[in-house]
Structures are given as structure tokens and as C-alpha cells.
């Protein structure tokens, strides 16, 4: 991708520096806009770059113009995490001392990159470090602050950035590609900043492992292992100051539900805390080690977390921010005194902190920044620097006229709704395609908080059917059009398929799938209504597809997929054959059950979610992949039931692809920034923790006056 697109760059500047282009026959200011749309809706950094600074060399060109754009050559520099942001910066100044506010912003930005001694300012800043389709928001901060370790998502690999000079390199080596299921996550630096423990997931054996390694790479050892059908995945969550021991956390659904301490001497694991059923947002060891810091929601009905905390020997663990909030853990602060917390306690989210004494809370809350965001923790570093990724993540609901005789879009997309923008997804057409179901939802980090919406296309009317507790995989109609089904799932309880009311919202029935501890995902209703088919998958254990009586309550098993890897399905018009996308395979499987008949081989590209249809006469099914050379965009194909290569329809569409029941129009989730995976950011909040330094110790005074 990187080699890509320095090629596209100098290409595009050989285009530029050649006769007569029409780019350069633009006026500078047109230029800048179109240099503008590249940087801030495009995202193509390289190519905006490549506008601005010919326009900053354009001595014919307005000098204001000239000083802007220069300013936007340092800001694209800087999204990237490019070193020569400092440069770009210093050239507005030296070169265009007459633009006062150009060169007061450049000033601000140089200060903003020069990190100067704690305390030199009052004034607390937040300064991107870097932007990219590469970010991963789940990284880790060395000790010392300078070095990035995160996961390169484009491959799997353990990679490490140097973020002062925006330079990367792997750790592990997969050979570049996803040929094999094996990827690294969660990884923690040593105290000493020399290596580094990582979980690993062994595709090939189904293991997962937990791992250590230098910066090399070369010294690679495997802590612990266990086979994922035991649903022990342990992830490291800090060293213990001494190195002698790791904290770890035990993941099942995506929450920490033991936390646990595994000594590096002999890989031994011994318990700390069992969270429950509820499980943990985020864990975090305290700087001394002494202390273990955790979220967690306070009872099995509450959408909200507080935050907890407890001798990292073990104990009862003690409520140290709590309330009718939503209160996330980000981190313990460098000085162990203190656990920073996102909160909308104010109404939206803020940074708030509370000192920590002996384990207990000293005094209450206290405000350090507003308006700071549900995010992504990273960490601190050793000077106070707080490092965080955004959720990015914009979803919405589209609609594309589609001509079925040419097979091509009769319309460019346009949004299904007005009403939360962003935040939409799931879409789902009534029977006789009148009405349009979907999703409203709040992004990746705070899923929970859902309400299903019911839109009339002729009208334009809308309504909230009915808000849901809980993550929602699937929307699909009932035949007859007068119910609604869902699958619900909770951290903290089993998930569910509902079947809703439409007019009234109300429960009808619901049922789990009979087998412990599995979720139920994708779910389609038979054309007669009595019999469901749906996707099941537990922890540690294969993804299943399930035909279901609702009748009798009987179930059968139609397909067996990988351990971990989605199935996304589609039920034909007929009701005859269900479509199965697994990994990048599309095959057929008779409704009643058989073998397995594949349509679509290891099809080029990455699978899309959910992005499955049948046309409605039966004879194609539709299937999308994500391809690199479209920097993540999904491309509509589809391919003949009779057999025969696919067909590439040169249509760029979302996930959940939906076709009205008289196939002429097309609903999909179109993702952009982080939901496409071609976006994403990682800033610093700087000198805000002096600001609480005198402050906890007032408020305590109060407390005991």
C-alpha cells in the first residue's frame, strides 16, 4: 500500500509539471479546494500535499492563498505522522511574515510539536500524532513515551511505530498477507521498554498463546497456551514494576471476566478477581503495581460502567467512581495517585480524576477536560502525556436505484433518513418493500444504547419502535410483514433472537440457542414464517449455521464454519437454498439440510460483512469484497446460481447490502473514517494533569469539614 501510493504521488506530480494541465490552468483558490476535499473528505494525505505545495510555489498565485495552503502542506504532514510537519511549518513563517493568521497558526503548531519540559505551559493542548488507514486505537505507549506497539490489521502483525519520526516496523512476520488466521493483540511494554508481551492467536491449531518478544522480533516465547476450545484467551494487561509477573485479563465476548496474574518465570497463572458475568470494560495495573483498576457495569441490568478498584494481591474490589453515569476507565496517571475516567456525568464526555489513597477514593471527581469523547485508551506517558484514539467510525443508511436489466446504479446514493445521521445502520425492507427497519446506534464504543426505527417510503414518516438493551447483529421482516425479529446480545446474559410487533413494538416470543454460551448472530425467516435460519457461534468453538423450527423448537444444523469466523447468509426467493458467505467462499446449501454446493471460490479480496443477496428472481447472488487497491472499498460482484466466473459490477456499496423485494432499489450501511477501516486517528491531551495537582488535595479538606 505504502510503495502504491508514494507511486501515485510522484505519478501525480509528473502530471502536474508536465504542459499545459489543466490542474495548474486553475486559480490557486480553486486548487486549494480541491486540495481541501482530498485532505478532509478524501483522506488521500499524499495526493493533498502534492496540491498544496504547488500552489505555496505558485509565485503568479495571491500570497494569502500561498500561505494557507503551505499551512495545509505542515497539517497533512502532521495527520501522517510525518517529521517534516516541523519544516512545513517554519516555511509559512519565513516565507510569508506578512499572513499574520497563517503564521499564527504555524507558530501554534510548532509549539504544539515541541515537547518542551512538564509545566513550561498552563494551557492544555490536544496534538494529532498520527493518521492513517494503518492507526490501530489499541496500542500501547512505551515507558518512555517515544514508541508506539500496536497491531498492523493489514497483515496481523505486532508492529511498532516511532512517533517522532512516523516510522514503523514489524515484529512478527506473517508474510505480509492473511494467508493464515494468526494475528497479535493487546500488546504491553516491559518496565524497561526492552519487550514486549502480546496475545496470540495460532489459526493453523486453533491456540492461543500468551507471548513475549524483544523489539527484534527474534526472541520470541510463549508464555502460556491453551487450546481455544478451552476459552482461556489471556491477554496482558501490564507488567508488575518488578518484572517478575504479567496482569492479565481473560476475555470471553469481548469483555475481561477474570482477572488474573501470570508470573513470566514459569507461565504459572494465579486468580486475582473473577469478574462475573458482567465482565470488564478495560483493566489497568496501578504504576506501583499494588493496585488493579477495572469497569465493569454495577448490577446485570445497568447499561452504564463505574469504575472499581482492588490490591492487585487480591480482595474485594471497591467502587471509586460511581453513580447514575457512565463512567470508563482510561488509566492510572504516571504518579499512581490518581485514575483518570470518561464520564457524562456533565452530559457529555468528559476527563475527570479521582485520587486514589489505599485503594479507596480520596474526594470527589474532578473535571480536567471537557468534550473529550467516548475513546479509544492508549496510555499515559512518563510526563503526563495522555494518548487516545477517537471512534471515527460514521455509518449510514443508503439508497441506490438499481437497473436490474443493465445491472448498474440508476441514482447515486442518497441517505435512507434525515434522523441520526452517522449513527444508522442495519437496514431491513418490509414484504412488499414500503417500509424500511433499521438500527440506531452510538458506534463501536457504546453499541448497547440501540433503538430500532421504522421508515415509510412513501411517506416519509418515522417512528422508534422500541430501544433495545443490548448489541443488535441482525433486523429481518417476518413474511407477512407484521413482525419484526432481531438478535439482542448483552455481556451478561445469553443472546437472543426477539420477534417484535411492528405496530405495537411489543414481545411476541423469543428463544437462545439451546447450546451454552453461544451468540446468535444473522437470522432470516423462511418464506412461510415457521422456520427460521440463523448463525450461532460460542468462544473457543466453531461458527454453526442452524435451521430452526418455531413450532417445535427443533433445530438442525446446515454448516459448520471456523472457529471465530463469521457466516453471513441469504435466504433464496424460493425458500429452497440458503447462501453462505464463510472466510472469502460463497457456496450453496439446500434449506433442509445436505451437502454444501460452492458458487465462489477464495474470491479476490477481503469478505465484507453481511453484504449477501439474492436478485429476486433467484438466479444470482450478490456478495461484496473489500479491496486494498480501492484503499478498503467494497465492490459489488455477483454470481450466477447455474455456476460461471463472478461478475464485477464496478460498484462501490457498503455492508449489509438489502435489495427491495422488486430488486429496483438497493439499501446498504455505507462506513466511512475507522467503520471502513480507512481512517483513523491517535492524539495526545498535554498539560491538563497539572491543573489537578492541588485540586483533589482541596477537595478532600472539604469532605473532612
Known amino acids: 500500500m505504502r510503495t502504491r501510493s508514494r507511486y501515485m504521488v510522484v505519478l501525480l506530480l509528473a502530471c502536474l509539471l508536465s504542459a499545459p494541465a489543466p490542474l495548474l490552468s486553475q486559480s490557486a483558490s480553486a486548487r486549494f479546494e480541491q486540495g481541501l476535499l482530498k485532505e478532509n473528505a478524501e483522506g488521500t494525505l499524499d495526493e493533498a500535499i502534492v496540491i498544496f505545495k504547488g500552489i505555496a510555489d505558485d509565485k503568479a498565485a495571491d500570497p494569502a492563498v500561498r500561505a494557507k495552503a503551505q499551512l495545509h502542506v505542515g497539517i497533512c504532514y502532521e495527520k501522517l ?100 488466521d494468526d494475528y497479535a493483540f493487546s500488546p504491553r511494554w516491559s518496565p524497561d521498554g526492552k519487550r514486549l508481551a502480546y496475545y496470540w492467536y495460532q489459526g493453523k491449531g486453533e491456540v492461543n498463546e500468551l507471548r513475549l518478544a524483544d523489539q527484534s522480533g527474534k526472541n520470541v516465547r510463549v508464555l502460556y497456551s491453551s487450546p481455544r476450545a478451552e476459552r482461556r484467551e489471556v491477554n496482558p494487561v501490564g507488567w508488575f514494576p518488578d518484572g517478575s509477573a504479567l496482569l ?201 444504547d440501540a433503538r430500532l426505527r421504522i421508515h415509510d417510503m412513501e411517506t416519509g414518516a418515522e417512528r422508534t419502535l422500541v430501544d433495545v438493551n443490548g448489541s443488535v447483529y441482525s433486523l429481518s421482516w417476518s413474511p407477512d410483514g407484521n413482525s419484526v425479529a432481531m438478535t439482542v446480545s448483552r455481556a451478561q446474559s445469553a443472546s437472543v433472537c426477539r420477534v417484535l410487533d411492528v405496530t405495537s413494538g411489543k414481545l411476541i416470543r423469543q428463544f437462545a440457542s439451546p447450546r451454552k454460551g453461544e451468540s446468535v448472530f444473522n437470522f432470516v425467516w423462511s418464506a412461510e414464517g415457521d422456520v427460521v435460519y440463523y448463525v450461532a457461534m460460542a468462544f473457543g468453538s466453531r461458527t454453526t449455521l442452524l435451521r430452526h423450527d418455531l413450532r417445535t423448537g427443533d433445530e438442525v444444523t446446515l454448516y459448520t464454519g471456523g472457529a471465530g469466523v463469521p457466516i453471513d447468509i441469504a435466504l433464496s426467493p424460493d425458500g429452497r437454498h440458503v447462501a453462505v458467505a464463510h472466510a472469502r467462499r460463497v457456496i450453496l446449501i439446500a434449506a433442509t439440510g445436505g451437502e454444501p454446493h460452492e458458487l465462489v471460490s477464495e474470491a479476490v479480496g477481503r469478505r465484507a460483512a453481511d453484504t449477501l443477496a439474492w436478485s429476486p428472481d433467484g438466479k444470482y447472488v450478490y456478495f461484496g469484497r473489500q479491496l486494498q487497491e480501492l484503499q478498503g472499498a467494497i465492490r459489488l460482484y455477483r454470481v450466477a446460481v447455474a455456476g460461471g466466473a463472478p461478475d464485477d459490477l464496478n460498484f462501490e456499496i457498503g455492508e449489509e447490502l438489502r435489495f427491495r423485494p422488486d430488486g429496483r432499489r438497493l439499501a446498504f450501511t455505507r462506513l466511512e473514517g475507522e467503520a471502513q477501516k480507512l481512517r483513523g486517528e491517535i492524539w495526545v491531551m498535554e498539560n491538563f494533569l497539572p491543573l489537578a495537582k492541588e485540586a483533589p488535595a482541596a477537595s478532600a479538606q472539604k469532605v473532612k469539614k
Not at 517534516?84 to 501554534?108: H, L, T
Not at 508506539?148 to 519520526?165: K, M, S
Not at 463512567?327 to 464520564?343: F, K, N, Q
Request: hydrophobic residues 40%; charged residues 20%; aromatic residues 8%.
Open 248 to 448: 492479565g485479563a481473560v476475555y470471553r465476548r469481548g469483555y475481561a471476566t477474570e482477572i488474573v496474574r501470570v508470573s513470566l518465570d514459569n507461565g504459572e497463572i494465579s486468580p486475582v478477581w473473577k469478574v462475573g458475568l458482567i465482565g470488564a470494560s478495560r483493566v489497568c495495573l496501578s504504576p506501583d503495581g499494588r493496585y488493579v483498576a477495572f469497569d465493569a457495569p454495577p448490577d446485570s441490568e445497568s447499561l452504564n460502567t463505574d469504575v472499581f478498584v482492588m490490591p492487585a494481591s487480591g480482595g474485594r474490589p471497591v467502587p471509586v467512581v460511581s453513580g447514575p453515569y457512565d463512567d470508563r476507565l482510561l488509566d492510572w496517571t504516571p504518579d499512581g495517585r490518581r485514575v483518570l475516567v470518561a464520564s457524562n456525568r456533565s452530559g457529555a464526555y468528559d476527563a475527570w480524576s479521582v485520587q486514589v489513597d489505599g485503594g479507596r477514593a480520596e474526594g470527589s471527581p474532578l473535571l480536567l477536560r471537557k468534550d473529550v469523547g467516548m475513546v479509544f485508551p492508549i496510555g499515559f506517558s512518563p510526563d503526563g502525556s495522555y494518548y487516545f484514539a477517537p471512534d471515527l467510525g460514521v455509518r449510514d443508511v443508503v439508497l441506490v436505484d438499481w437497473n436490474v436489466e443493465s445491472r448498474k446504479a440508476a441514482s447515486a446514493p442518497v441517505l435512507a433518513t434525515e434522523h441520526f445521521s452517522g449513527s444508522t445502520r442495519l437496514p431491513a425492507w418490509s414484504p412488499d418493500g414500503r417500509k424500511l427497519a433499521y438500527l440506531v446506534d452510538h458506534g463501536f464504543l457504546r453499541p448497547a
Open 81 to 180: 505522522g510525518n517529521a517534516q510537519a516541523r519544516g512545513a511549518y517554519e516555511r509559512v513563517i519565513a516565507d510569508f511574515p506578512k499572513q499574520a493568521s497563517e503564521v499564527a497558526a504555524a507558530r501554534d503548531r510548532l509549539a504544539a510539536l515541541t515537547a518542551g519540559p512538564r509545566g513550561t505551559s498552563s494551557l492544555p493542548t490536544l496534538r494529532l500524532v498520527w493518521s492513517g488507514a494503518n492507526v490501530d486505537p489499541l496500542g500501547a505507549i512505551s515507558p518512555d513515551g517515544r514508541l508506539l506497539a500496536y497491531v498492523d490489521w493489514n497483515t496481523g502483525d505486532l508492529a511498532v511505530r516511532d512517533l517522532r519520526l512516523g516510522q514503523s516496523h514489524t515484529i512478527t512476520n506473517k508474510g505480509g498477507n492473511w494467508k493464515t
